[in-house]
Each structure stands twice: as structure tokens, then as C-alpha cells.
């Protein structure tokens, strides 16, 4: 602990600066800087660590939050802080990694500030400001990649993610350049070293909004869908003039039994000869029904298939009830290659925009994206689980042993019967102690989020890459790949009020849409859930927000007796000219009661 009183830290600060006038407030800005340039790079003696609690201590004056001191003060503390040596910085990460979050949150804020205002470039600016202020960037950047793998390396994260985005960023960039810039440099996140020069801001994808990242990730779609046709173009082409007369086709086209969806797509999966067919845009094509996929189908596709796919029907997942999850079931008596197949259908869903229901935890997209997991993870399949290896570790007398009368075992539930797996070698005659209770927890949470589902999961991350680049996956977050495949619950009905489009008669003014949207802001949360469940098959909603569900209301006639009728797979919702308030609640009610499940209009 750096057993540093913050509260009395920023009070005196605060009297200084409000007692400064100009004269003195130079005076200040060029002790910082002197100051700064003092400060040490490395420990002469052990003593010396205590020199190092300035690092902490500094930041809080509030000449780091004005823009005006940035080159005098902010950045070269930065460059001191980066020059540091492996011994001092590691100090430093460990202060950061006790200190109150309050404080830990302003180093996040100060240097996210710092990196707004260096990006804005005025035309006309000179060379020698342009190449200063990149390089201010670049080190602000490494500080706030130090402070983001001290957050990743806590137990829980010290602040969420999001605390490191910086909006400005989209503003002041083009996201296509920068991506296919950083693709140019090699396509790898790089945390360390410090440079100059033009550095990718995808080099530091913590910084991107979960908006940005998911344009990303388009855009690394649309370039492997683009680079799949222009070779079957070229395929084609090329056999004008030999005697190969068999064209490819620029899509992956998926012909799909209703009464067999399983069997007929995956069946197809497996015929794929090459990876980049599963680079194509795909189309689905329901057997004996007419019409163009136009994104309807495939969203019912995916809708259908996945409901399928993760029943108790295939024996494939384990569920967890008190949580509506699902993990790997490791006595599944379906072959791995399925597994393979399923991470390909997700992979093919992120990869067409299409948000299914998978109800994973986080840990398979920590998993998916090598981040490790441990016994926070646990919770999110099965909290008593978890409270049991709780107490376990919370228990500090002697009787452990005879308490809990727990051996080195594994002890699982497949198709009603239990089971157990031995977590070291004789593991069964091994008692857990208080001694060794430490032990016991890591191997069993190892056991059963690892090494259970090691060769199904290594089937599913293979089929799942084999679709979506690791290179733009790499940018994301645990938590930012989760949205993406099966959206979030940040509703915001305001904000899918005005993107909706209507048609026909109704406008934004209709008294019919008027009594729709106040029926619906006045619905309970749980009533919202059912709503958007209805209306779009799915009451998760994309990363980027409801303004991407891109809802269309169109009028029907033929009276008020008929109810609402949700086209769950274009979010298109027929609705009836009601008269009154309560006639369209009535109704609504009553079509929302009557949905069940994954019914598709």
C-alpha cells in the first residue's frame, strides 16, 4: 500500500492553487517541469523506493487536468514514467493496483484528456508542433496501456473498460485508414515500447468505444467478403479460357430443410473445401419458400438453428438453471467435429451481423480471446458453486478437514447421474486441508472451466476463427466480443423512438404512433424485455445500441379487432390505425401474451 491520504493530498493542493495568481502559476509550471526532470529512473539504494510514492502524488496537482500545461508538465511526467526501470515500474503497478479507485480513475482521466486535446491539429500547424504532438500522443497512449494492464491484472477490474474509451477518437481519425494501417504494421496489439512516428491507434484498441470496435470489425468483414468474391470473380474469369467450365458462386449459399435444420446446415458446412468459403456472404435459402435473403432469413436462420443446437436435445451443453446459462458438456456423446461446427456458425453470425441467442457466460470470450478465467467466472454459471468454494477459501480454523470433508475431486452431474474426476493423481484419499485449500479451489475451477471442455473447446475456437480474423478479434474486449454475438440489455427506448422509420399513413406526429410509444415507455422492465423479445426475436440488442435495430412501422387496415403483428426477422411491425390508448395497449398486451418462444411472422 502507497499509505498515501489522498483526501488531504488533493485539500492542500486545492488551497495552493486557489490562493495562485499568473505570476505565480508560471512559477509552478516550471518547478513541475524541474521537478519532473529530477525525478529518478532507478533505485540507488532500497531507501530510495520512497522517492517513487511522488509518481503517485504529483498527478493529483490540477496543472495535470489543464490542456495549457500539457507540454511542461504532462507529457514529460509520461516519458519520465515510461523511462523507468523494470524494478521501479513494477513498484508503481503494485501502488496503482491497491490505491482507491478515485484516484486510480484520475491517471485514466488525466492522460485521455491530454491525448484529445494533442489530437486536434490545426491547419497550418508546423512540422516540429505536428511531430511534438504525436509524440505526446504516443506516450500518453503507453501510460494509459499501463494503467490498462494493471486494471486486467486485478482480481476484478479496478474501473470497467469503458472508463478507458476516448469518444474524440472517432472525430479526429478515420477508423479504415488507422485499421489498415495497423493491418500494414503486422496486425498486432503491441502494449510496449514507445515511438514517434505514426502509430496505429489500433495498437491501443482499449481506447476505442464498443461503437468503434464494432465498426471495426465490419469493415475487417466487408475487406475478407470482398477479397472472397474478387477470387471467384477471378476464377470465373480465368475459366473463359480453359476447359474448366464450372463457375463458383460469390456467396456462401446455405439451402436449408425447415423439418431438418440441423442436419441439412451443418451437412453443408462440412462440404466446404475451402477457408475462404466460409469468407462469403451468406444467404440462406429456405427449401419449397420463395423470395431473396435479404438479412430476414438469415436472422431466422441463426434464430432457429441456435435454439436447436443448445436444447437438451444433442446433450452437447450442460445448463445451468440458476442462471440460464450453458456450459460444455464433457459427457456429450456427440462428436467434436460438431463442436468445430458450431463455433463456425457463430463466427458466421458476428461475421453477418447477426446477433444470436448463445447463452454462454463471459468466460467462453475470455476463453475465445486467451484471456484467462478463474473463480469470479464461476458465478456466472453457477453461483452456489461458487459460494461453496467461497467459504472454503474464507475458512480460517484448523478443522477445515473435518467441516467440509472435501478430497481432490471434481464432482459433476451428466444425464441425472453424478460423477466425479480425481484433480491430482490419488486425488480421492487426499483430504483438503486448510494448508492446502488454496490448491483444491485453483485445480477445481481449472477443472471445470479448462480442463473438462479442453478438446470441445478447442474445436469450437477453431471452428469460430476459422470465420472471424483473430487479428481484428484481438482488438476486442472479453466483454465487447459478448455483445457482439449476442447484443446486451443496454435499453435506451428513446433512442429507438427516433431512429424508426414509418410508412404509409403513419408519421412521427400520428396519433396512433403517439398512443404506441407512450403504451410502450410506460411498460415495466420485465414488460420491455417481453416487448423487444417479440418485436425482434431477442430482448438483447446490438453493441452499438437500438438505433441500430432499425424498426419500421407500417399501417394496416381492416379494423381495430386485429392485433399487432411483429416480422420478427426484418424488425417490421404491421400495426392497426387504433382509435384510443387503451384499445392499442389492449391489443398489444394480448399479442405479446400470445408469443412464445422463437415464433417468426
Known amino acids: ?45 532500497k531507501g530510495a523506493i520512497e522517492v517513487l510514492r511522488v509518481f503517485l502524488i504529483l498527478p493529483n496537482f490540477q496543472m495535470f487536468d489543464n490542456p495549457k500545461y500539457m507540454f511542461d508538465v504532462t507529457v514529460p511526467f509520461a516519458s519520465k514514467l515510461l523511462s523507468l526501470s523494470p524494478e521501479c515500474l513494477t513498484q508503481i503497478k503494485i501502488w496503482w493496483l491497491n490505491i482507491s479507485v478515485t484516484a486510480f480513475a484520475r491517471f485514466i482521466s ?35 496501456a499501463l494503467l490498462y494492464k494493471v486494471n486486467c491484472s486485478a482480481k476484478s477490474e479496478i474501473v470497467p473498460c469503458q472508463k478507458f474509451y476516448i469518444p474524440e477518437i472517432m472525430k479526429r481519425i478515420p477508423l479504415h485508414r488507422d485499421y489498415i494501417l495497423w493491418l500494414q504494421q503486422g496486425g498486432n496489439v503491441s502494449l510496449e515500447g514507445v515511438s514517434t ?8 484498441p482499449f481506447v476505442f468505444s464498443a461503437d468503434a470496435k464494432s465498426q471495426l470489425v ?19 474469369f480465368m475459366s473463359l479460357f480453359t476447359q474448366n467450365q464450372v463457375l463458383a458462386v460469390p456467396f456462401l449459399v446455405m439451402l436449408i430443410d425447415r423439418n431438418n435444420i440441423v442436419s441439412s446446415a451443418l451437412s453443408q458446412l462440412i462440404k466446404l473445401k475451402s477457408d475462404k468459403d466460409f469468407k462469403k456472404p451468406l444467404k440462406i435459402v429456405f427449401l419449397g419458400e420463395d423470395g431473396v435473403d435479404e438479412g430476414g432469413a438469415t436472422k431466422e436462420f441463426f434464430l432457429l438453428i441456435m435454439k436447436e443446437l443448445t436444447s437438451t436435445k444433442y446433450g452437447m451443453f450442460r445448463s445451468y438453471p440458476e442462471t440460464h446459462t ?15 461446427l458450431i463455433g463456425a456458425l457463430c463466427g458466421l453470425a458476428i461475421y453477418n451481423f447477426t446477433i444470436i441467442d448463445l447463452p454462454f457466460p463471459l468466460a467462453l470470450y475470455k476463453k475465445l480471446l486467451s484471456c484467462p478465467v478463474g473463480l469470479d467466472d464461476v458465478a456466472d454459471l453457477s453461483p452456489t458453486v461458487f459460494n461453496s468454494l467461497t467459504s472454503i477459501l474464507e475458512y480460517e480454523n484448523d478443522d477445515l478437514e473435518d467441516v467440509f470433508m472435501m478430497s481432490f475431486e471434481y464432482r459433476g452431474e451428466s444425464y441425472g447421474s453424478m460423477f466425479t ?12 486441508t486448510i494448508d492446502t485449500k488454496e490448491s483444491y479451489v485453483s485445480l477445481y475451477v481449472d477443472y471445470m472451466l479448462n480442463g473438462s471442455c479442453e478438446r470441445l473447446f478447442a474445436e469450437f475456437s477453431s471452428g469460430f476463427h476459422k470465420v472471424c480474423s483473430l487479428k481484428v478479434m484481438s482488438l476486442l474486449h472479453p466483454k465487447e466480443l459478448m455483445a457482439l454475438v449476442v447484443g446486451n440489455e443496454n435499453y435506451d427506448f428513446s433512442e429507438l423512438e427516433s431512429t ?60 381495430e379487432l386485429f392485433l399487432p403483428v411483429a416480422h420478427t426477422c426484418f424488425n417490421l411491425l404491421d400495426l392497426p390505425v387504433y382509435s384510443s390508448k387503451d384499445q392499442l395497449r389492449n391489443k398489444l398486451t394480448r399479442a405479446m401474451q400470445e408469443h412464445e418462444g422463437f415464433h417468426l411472422a
Request: hydrophobic share 40%; net charge negative; glycine share 6%.
Open 500 to 559: 424508426t422509420e414509418y410508412k404509409g399513413e403513419f408519421r412521427d406526429e400520428h396519433k396512433t404512433i403517439r398512443y404506441f410509444w407512450d403504451v410502450v415507455n410506460e411498460f415495466a422492465d420485465d414488460e420491455k424485455k417481453i416487448f423487444l423479445k417479440w418485436l425482434t426475436g431477442t430482448d438483447r440488442i446490438p453493441i452499438c445500441g437500438m438505433k441500430d435495430l432499425r424498426l419500421v412501422i407500417q399501417p394496416v387496415y381492416g379494423g
Open 197 to 204: 512516428g505514426l502509430v496505429p491507434f489500433c495498437n491501443f
Open 218 to 236: 465490419k469493415l475487417d468483414a466487408k475487406i475478407q467478403m470482398q477479397f472472397a468474391i474478387d477470387e471467384v470473380q477471378q476464377h470465373n
Open 326 to 340: 450453458i456450459w460444455f458438456n464433457e459427457r456429450s456423446f456427440e462428436d467434436e467435429s460438431m463442436y468445430f
Open 110 to 144: 488525466i492522460y485521455k484528456l491530454t491525448i484529445s486535446e494533442l489530437m486536434y491539429i490545426s491547419s497550418g500547424t508546423s512540422a516540429d508542433v505536428v511531430r511534438s504532438r504525436r509524440e505526446g500522443v504516443s506516450r500518453s497512449l503507453q501510460v494509459l
Open 1 to 45: 500500500n502507497p499509505d498515501i491520504d489522498y483526501i488531504t493530498l488533493r485539500r492542500v493542493f486545492n488551497n495552493l492553487e486557489n490562493s495562485m495568481n499568473s505570476k505565480v502559476d508560471r512559477l509552478m509550471s516550471k518547478c513541475l517541469s524541474l521537478l519532473i526532470g529530477f525525478l529518478p529512473c532507478e533505485l540507488q539504494c
Open 421 to 432: 474426476v480425481e484433480l491430482k493423481p490419488d486425488g480421492s484419499s487426499i483430504p483438503v
